[in-house]
C-alpha cells in the first residue's frame, strides 16, 4: 500500500526521496509526490500516475527548493479517500504553505476533524482523510513541531504512519506511527525515513523501527524518540540483514520472474541450520516452545490472508497428519471478528511475508488477548507482526518486491513443514520417520530446481491458454491447497478469472461452467487420491474443458489423453505442494506475460494490506 520516504541530510533531497519511492512502487500506488524544504519555502511536486513521470516533473521542475534541498518528505499513494488525482496525492500542505505532511493509514474521524477546521475557518481543498491531519497538526502550532503533532495525534481516530516538516523549523522532521509501519534509518550525517525497509537499504543498515504511539525528532545527526506524552523511549538500533541489490530485479524482466528462480536459494536460507539430521527433528528456536510447551498443545490455529493462508492450509494437514494435533487455518479477518473460542493451550502461528497485513495483526492481538500461545512466521524482519508476537520463525527468503507472492510462499512452507516435524517429533512421530522428513526437506532446493529447468516447456503450453478467460485449479490433499494458490496466482496477475478447487467438489456446482474454452489444471501426482482426482479430470474432459495434467516424475502415463501435461518430481505427499507450485507459479507467469499484463504490480492490488 502506500509508501513513506522522508531524508534529511547533506545530499539532494528530492533524487533520494524520488529514488526511494522507486524502491517501494512494488507496494502498489496510483499517485506520487515530494515535498522539499530549502531557505525557508517548502516546494512541492506530485502526480497522478507513475514515479516515472514524477521523476520527469521533478526534473522539468522551476522551483529552486526541489533541485538545492537536502531534506524533504515523499509519498506513494494508494488511493482509499478521494480519486488518485493530484490534488488527493501527498505530501499534503496546510492552508498557510508552512506544514506539510506524507500519511499512511486512515484517520476515522477526519470528518469530525475538518468540520472543526471549518469553524475556525480552515478549509481542505483535498477528497483526502489525511489533508485533516496536516490542517490540525498546522492549527495546533505554537512554536515545537513535535508539541503540535502530538496534540494533534491526541484528536485522531484511526491508523498513521507520518511524516511532517515545517518552514519554521528547517532540518528538523517529525514522525510518528499507531498502525502503519515507519523505520528510521540512521546513516553518516544523514537519517532516512521510510515505512519499507527497500528506501533505506542504499542508504544504511542500521535502523530503528516505530512501536505504536511512538513519535520521533528526526535531523541529520540522529533521532529522539518520545511517546505522545513527551516521555523519552528507547528503541534498538538493529542492522537489516538485506542488501540493495537484492531488492533491484537486475536483467530478469519482472521481480516475479526473478523472485521464482531465487526460490532454490530461498528455501537453502529458510532451511540453514534449522535440520537436525541426527535426532531426525528441527531447531527452531525462536518458537520458544520447551517439549513440555511441545506436549502440551492442544490445537495449532494457523492465520493468515491470501497466499500466506493457502501456505498455512499446507501446515494444518502437516501438522494434523504428523503430530496428531488439531490443527485448523483460518482467514485472519474471520478470525478477529467472530469471537473464536481460543485458550491457553492453543498455539497460534500468524504466517505474514510482510509482517504488516492488517487483518493478520488484528487475529495476533486477538489471539493474545484471549490467551494463547501465538508465534509469527514472517519474511520482513522487525515487522510488527514479528516484533508483536515475540516468537516464532523468519523466512529469511529475501526482499519479495513483485506483489505476486512466490518465493514466501515456498519458503513459508518449508517452515511449516519444519514445524510440523518438530511438533511431531514432540508428540508421536518416530526418529526414523523424522530422519526420513529432514532429508526430504533438504532435497527441496534441488526439486525446485529441476521445476524451473522447465520455464522453456511451461512457456510453451501457456501460449495456448493465454486467451482464456476462466479457468479451474484442481487438488485433493496436500494439492488442494496448490489449487487454491496456483489460482491465486493466475487471476491476480493475468486478469483470468480462476478458481483452486477440490477436485471432489466441482461436480457440486461449478462442473456447470464447463465448456471447451474452460481449461482445467488437474494436480494428478503420484499421491493418495490421485486416482480420484484423475476420475474427476476425465470428467472435465468429457465436457469438453481443456486439461493440463500436472503428473509425477515416472508417471507419464496418466496424462494420456490429455491435452498438455507439466512434469514434477516424484516425492512425499507432503513435500509436493513446493515443487507443484512452482510449476503453477511458471505457468501463471507466462499467462500474464502472453497477455501483456503488468505483472509485477496487477492492477488494484497492494504488496502488503495494512488497512482492512
Ligand atoms: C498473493 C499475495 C497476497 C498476500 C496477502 C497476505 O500473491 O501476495 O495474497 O499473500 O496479502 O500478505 P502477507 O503475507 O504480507 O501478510
Given at each position: 500500500m502506500c509508501g513513506i520516504v522522508g531524508y534529511v541530510g547533506k545530499r539532494n533531497a528530492s533524487e533520494i526521496l524520488v529514488d526511494g519511492l522507486r524502491r517501494m512502487e512494488?507496494?502498489?500506488?496510483?499517485s506520487a509526490g515530494v515535498a522539499c524544504l530549502y531557505n525557508g519555502h517548502i516546494g512541492v511536486v506530485k502526480n497522478a500516475g507513475k514515479i516515472k513521470a514524477l521523476r520527469e516533473k521533478v526534473d522539468a521542475s522551476q522551483l529552486v527548493e526541489i533541485h538545492q534541498a537536502t531534506m524533504g518528505i515523499g509519498h506513494t499513494r494508494w488511493a482509499t479517500?478521494?480519486?488518485?488525482?493530484e490534488v488527493n496525492a501527498h505530501p499534503h500542505l496546510d492552508a498557510s504553505g508552512h506544514f506539510a505532511m506524507v500519511h499512511n493509514g486512515i484517520i476515522e474521524n477526519y470528518k469530525e476533524i475538518k468540520a472543526g477546521l471549518s469553524r475556525h475557518g480552515i478549509e481542505c481543498?483535498?477528497?483526502?482523510?489525511s489533508e485533516a491531519l496536516i490542517q490540525l497538526i498546522a492549527y495546533c502550532y505554537t512554536d515545537n513541531l513535535e508539541r503540535a503533532v502530538s496534540e494533534a495525534l491526541k484528536k485522531v481516530k484511526g491508523t498513521y504512519g507520518i511524516v511532517v516538516m515545517t518552514d519554521r523549523e528547517p532540518g528538523k522532521l517529525v514522525t510518528a506511527r499507531c498502525g502503519s509501519p515507519i523505520v528510521i534509518g540512521l546513516g553518516a550525517d544523514e537519517t532516512v525515513i521510510a515505512s519499507d525497509a527497500a528506501a533505506i537499504i542504499p542508504h544504511t543498515r542500521d535502523a530503528m523501527y516505530l512501536e505504536d504511539y511512538d513519535m520521533a525528532v528526526v535531523t541529520g545527526d540522529g533521532v529522539q524518540m518520545f511517546d505522545l506524552q513527551h516521555s523519552p523511549v528507547n528503541r534498538e538500533i538493529t542492522e537489516m540483514d538485506?542488501?540493495?541489490?537484492?531488492?533491484e530485479k537486475g536483467t530478469h524482466a519482472h521481480f516475479m520472474l526473478k523472485e521464482m528462480f531465487e526460490q532454490p536459494d530461498a528455501i537453502r536460507n529458510a532451511i540453514r541450520g534449522r535440520l537436525d539430521f541426527d535426532m531426525g527433528t528441527s531447531i527452531?528456536?525462536?518458537?520458544?516452545?520447551?517439549p513440555r510447551d511441545v506436549a502440551q498443545i492442544g490445537r495449532v490455529l494457523v492465520v493468515g490472508c491470501g497466499t500466506s493462508m493457502n501456505a498455512g492450509m499446507v501446515g494444518e494437514y502437516a501438522i494434523e497428519e504428523m503430530a496428531g494435533i488439531p490443527a485448523e487455518v483460518e482467514q485472519a479477518a474471520e478470525f478477529r471478528y467472530r469471537n473464536p473460542i481460543v485458550t491457553p493451550h492453543d498455539l497460534v502461528v500468524a504466517i505474514s511475508?510482510?509482517?504488516?497485513t492488517a487483518d493478520t495483526l488484528a487475529a495476533v492481538r486477538e489471539a493474545k488477548h484471549k490467551g494463547a500461545v501465538v508465534a509469527g512466521l514472517c519474511?520482513?524482519?522487525?515487522?510488527t507482526i514479528a516484533r508483536e508476537t515475540g516468537r516464532g520463525v523468519y523466512l529469511?527468503?529475501?526482499?519479495?518486491?513483485?506483489?505476486?507472492?512466490?518465493k514466501a510462499f515456498t519458503c513459508q512452507v518449508a517452515v511449516m513443514l519444519m514445524m510440523a516435524l518438530k511438533l511431531a517429533r514432540g508428540r508421536r512421530m518416530p526418529r526414523h520417520q523424522g530422519e526420513e522428513l529432514c532429508q526430504w526437506i533438504a532435497r527441496l532446493p534441488e526439486l525446485v530446481e529441476k521445476v524451473l529447468l522447465q520455464n522453456d516447456a511451461i512457456k510453451g503450453i501457456s501460449k495456448k491458454y493465454a486467451d482464456k478467460e476462466n479457468a479451474f485449479f484442481i487438488g485433493r490433499g496436500y494439492l488442494y491447497p496448490v489449487a487454491l494458490e496456483g489460482a491465486l496466482k493466475l487471476k491476480e496477475i493475468s486478469y483470468i478469472h480462476a478458481e483452486g478447487y477440490h477436485a471432489a467438489e466441482?461436480?457440486?456446482?461449478?462442473?456447470?461452467?464447463?465448456?471447451?474454452?474452460t481449461p482445467i489444471i488437474a494436480?494428478?501426482?503420484?499421491?493418495?487420491g490421485k486416482e480420484k482426482t484423475l476420475g474427476n479430470a476425465e470428467e472435465c474432459k468429457a465436457r469438453k474443458a481443456p486439461v493440463i495434467a500436472v503428473v509425477s516424475e515416472g508417471d507419464e502415463?496418466?496424462?494420456?489423453?490429455?491435452?498438455d501435461m507439466i512434469v514434477v518430481p516424484d516425492c512425499p505427499p507432503c513435500i509436493a505442494p513446493i515443487p507443484t507450485v512452482v510449476a503453477l507459479q511458471l505457468l501463471a507467469y507466462h499467462i500474464a506475460a502472453a497477455r501483456g499484463c503488468e505483472i509485477d504490480q496487477p492492477r488494484n492490488l497492494a504488496k502488503s494490506v495494512t488497512v482492512e
Open positions: 512494488y507496494r502498489g500506488y496510483d479517500h478521494g480519486a488518485p488525482n481543498v483535498s477528497e483526502t482523510d538485506w542488501d540493495a541489490g537484492s531488492a527452531l528456536s525462536g518458537l520458544d516452545l520447551s511475508q510482510s509482517g504488516e519474511n520482513v524482519v522487525g515487522s529469511h527468503a529475501g526482499p519479495e518486491i513483485g506483489v505476486a507472492s512466490t466441482l461436480k457440486h456446482g461449478p462442473i456447470a461452467l464447463l465448456q471447451e474454452n494436480l494428478l501426482n503420484n499421491i493418495p502415463a496418466t496424462a494420456e489423453g490429455f491435452d
